[in-house]
């Protein structure tokens, strides 16, 4: 499925999700997922390509393989399909700008008129541990912000990160980002970055997180604007992680809402729900709605959705709210995180 923005004035954006039927090889169904790719963008330009699969030790070799024609910066993540599929597709695409594409420093530039966009990731690791490896993500995405004049604190808007074996190596994670934004002078007080913090295996098997990066340069500080709900959701750090609830991008012509991971919480931070995944996926929702309505958007406004679950058996219950509470015309996929 596919969506898109359009102004009168501006670039056209293309938000796409889907998932691959499964077919005779997976070789198969990963040209299947990049001739899509490339349909559903029409004359659009790929930006960033993420793949959800099933085994990722396996599978990315493949997808690394297939995938590169794709010419745009790809990720692979071991998150498998609640439908039972090997492979779900998320992917941004653009129809214009100028595009400096390095594959073996794993980013992308997009030049604007006004602005640039930078998406990029980091594909092999030399630490080991949930700690050091986080912070080996982090000094990567400082270096390359450093060499476009950029720092983690003016410029990373969004991040997306992935833990194998989140209920033990989540902690190394937390602390060592928690040591790098003091270091970078991001705190409660000034501010940290927009995130996605989950469950996903990477490939070789002893690397515990990886993580994604977009970044922006040539805007002033006052168009950020950092998301909160405080009468549905508390602040990260009352139960000591370090990022925003979302980040909102005003731009001439439209806004860019990049919403963090959302979990079922309330207003001191506590689980809602226990034991009823329907509640909670409507309190999901709900918290969703309240942070897009405290800054001038709608859930309307979404383009683009990745849904996860820590139990796919929870997959038809969760999917029914799903149907009833989003916008019918939102392309999305559920994965296991």
Known sequence: MKSIFKSDVGLRESFLAF????????????????????????????????????????????????????????????QAPTNRSHLAVEAYALSGGIVAYCEAESRIRILLDNYELLYFNKSELASTGSHD????????????????????????????????????????????????????????ETHYIASTGIEGMSHPWDR?????????????QEQIDYMSAPDNLSPTHLYGVTFERGTRIVFGDRSKFYVSGTASIDCEGKVMHVQDVAKQTHRVVDNVIALMERHCGALSDLKQAVVYLRDPADSDVVESVLRERLPQSLPRIMVYG
């Open 19 to 78: 998932s691959v039927e499964r077919k005779g090889s997976f070789r198969e169904e990963a040209e299947e997922a990049v001739r899509r790719l490339l349909e559903e963008a029409g004359g659009d330009m790929l930006v960033f390509v993420r793949f959800h699969v099933s085994d990722v030790s396996n599978q990315q070799p493949i997808l690394e393989e297939v995938a590169r024609r794709l010419g745009c910066l790809i990720a692979v993540v071991g």
């Open 208 to 220: 515990l997180v990886r993580m994604d990066g977009f970044a922006l340069f040539g805007h002033q």
């Open 133 to 188: 490896q986080m912070n080996e993500e982090f000094l990567h995405a400082q270096r390359i912000l450093g060499e476009f004049g950029g720092t983690i604190k003016s410029n990373l808007q969004r991040t997306w990160i992935y833990c194998r074996d989140i209920d033990n190596n989540y902690e190394g994670l937390v602390v060592a980002r928690r040591e790098l934004f003091e270091q970078q002078g991001l705190n409660q």
